[in-house]
């Protein structure tokens, strides 16, 4: 057997000094060993910086911000001078460690010194008690640059964002919070980056949603994200869908939407409009305001009959966004009348929707082309206005008739009935009824 001896120390040469390390050691201990083997071997700033990044930055933040004492700034001179979107920004250095990045460009700064700036840094890195830091000398003003590119960071944002660098709880306007954001990315600033999405959350609006949810995924913050759609999915018949902000949801978000089972809608036609509506607005720039439905219908009519939208070069875009659709919930012939004339759909869509149609009323209203319930399944919805105790609304579906109703309990719950109805030749109707309880917040 070969004998197994335990991990020796390697001599690896940093600058004037001999030291001894693991083959693996990190730098975190050993800062101002950095600083020489950054100077003899005369690496530049990009190569420089990757070693830097090699730090376990969140590891030395964490030991940089509990061993230094939380001195009032007021009346201390700044030690610390960021050159940033063309103002310079007075830093304190407990505060600076708050940043990921500030930490970064720090240590950086302290690294291209001829001295040894960084055994004050070992010191802190050291500290035990703040009983150390009474007598210390002070630190001589470090600079530091930071280039952003990033056209949602603003200078109001970025100040901003700065200033919290000071504060135990963030501060964030609404009006500034996308700026913000943006800014607490780039400095690797995690609190406030939190504190930026639970406003955005509860900030959602028609005026905000695309801003919102671009940010999100650009930042790749899923709670955010999340928190888009799901709002989207309530709201985008009922709100949106009857306002002009309806042209800047974008068309990933859109057919995200629209594939949900958690979708709200009066009416598969319903849908259908807000769906067509959308299209109208983004082949429709200079247009302001919500059209009619007749103008939505006069546009796409409008086009030679020889070939429907969705077939033409220009609509075939937005194709995947009707695919989600489920066009044989529209039962009736009014509207099955629009959606043949307006030459919108592909001859082979019509022919189907019609053969289902047909063959369900054929088989005395079964609809067998309904294969799953999640995604087939038609959908009807109401809403309830918090004034009305009790709100109803019947529907018709292959001479079938339903109600649903919802009975309000309490401020925060409703009971939703849907009840079938069947009409006998004598006697009272009826009525055969399931409940669901759905808790509302």
């Known amino acids: 057997m ?6 020796r120390l390697d001599r690896k040469i940093c600058g004037r000094n001999d030291r001894w390390r693991f083959p693996r050691e990190s730098y975190l201990e050993d800062l101002l060993g950095l600083a020489q083997l950054s100077r003899a071997t005369g690496l530049d700033n990009e190569n420089e910086m990757k070693i830097i990044d090699r730090l376990h930055i969140p590891q030395l933040q964490k030991i940089l911000t509990g061993s230094i004492p939380k001195k009032p700034t007021q009346g201390l001179v700044a030690d610390v001078i960021l050159d940033c979107m063309g103002f310079k920004w007075e830093l304190h250095q407990p505060q600076l460690f708050n940043s990921a990045t500030l930490t970064k460009l720090y240590i950086f700064a302290l690294s291209q010194k001829d001295t040894d700036p ?5 010191k802190l890195l050291r500290a035990e008690s703040p009983r150390k830091f009474k007598k210390k000398a002070p630190v001589k003003k470090i600079n530091i640059s930071l280039k952003i590119n990033d056209p949602l960071v603003t200078k109001t944002a970025f100040a901003t964002a700065l200033k919290n660098l000071y504060c135990k709880e963030a501060e964030v306007h609404k009006d500034d919070v996308l700026g913000v954001l943006a800014s607490a990315h780039i400095l690797q600033f995690p609190s406030l980056f939190k504190k930026c999405v639970f ?3 509860d900030g959602i609006s028609p005026c905000t949603i695309q801003t919102y949810y671009l940010a999100a995924c650009k930042y790749k913050e899923e709670l955010l ?11 985008l018949v009922p709100l949106i869908g009857k306002q002009i902000y309806l042209r800047t949801i974008p068309q990933e978000l859109l057919q995200k939407v629209l594939k949900s089972q958690r979708l709200f809608t009066f009416s598969e036609f319903d849908l259908l409009k807000t769906t067509l509506y959308w299209v109208y607005l983004q082949l429709n720039l200079k247009v302001q305001t919500i059209p009619i439905y007749e103008t939505v219908l006069e546009f796409f009519n409008s086009f030679p009959k020889k070939c429907p939208f969705l077939e033409r070069e220009l609509g075939q875009k937005f194709l995947p966004a009707f695919l989600p659709l489920r066009l044989h919930g529209i039962t009736k012939a009014k509207d099955l009348e629009d959606i043949k004339h307006i030459n919108f759909f592909p001859e082979t869509w019509l022919v189907r929707i019609l053969a289902n149609h047909y063959h369900a009323l054929e088989s005395g209203g079964d609809m067998f082309h309904v294969k799953d319930l999640s995604t087939q399944g038609i959908r009807f919805g109401l809403l309830i206005n918090q004034e009305n105790k009790i709100y109803s609304e019947m529907i018709g579906v292959y001479g079938f008739f339903f109600e649903i109703k919802g009975v309000k309990h309490g401020t925060s719950s409703y009971n939703f009935y849907m009840q079938t109805l069947k009409i006998e030749t004598e006697g009272n109707p009826i009525f055969v009824t399931f409940a669901f309880f759905f808790p509302v917040s």
Do not use: T
């Open 199 to 201: 406003l955005m959350k």
């Open 2 to 7: 070969l004998n197994q001896h335990p991990p």
């Open 118 to 122: 960084l055994k004050e840094l070992e």
């Open 225 to 235: 994200i999340k928190a888009c759609e799901k709002w989207l999915e309530m709201n």
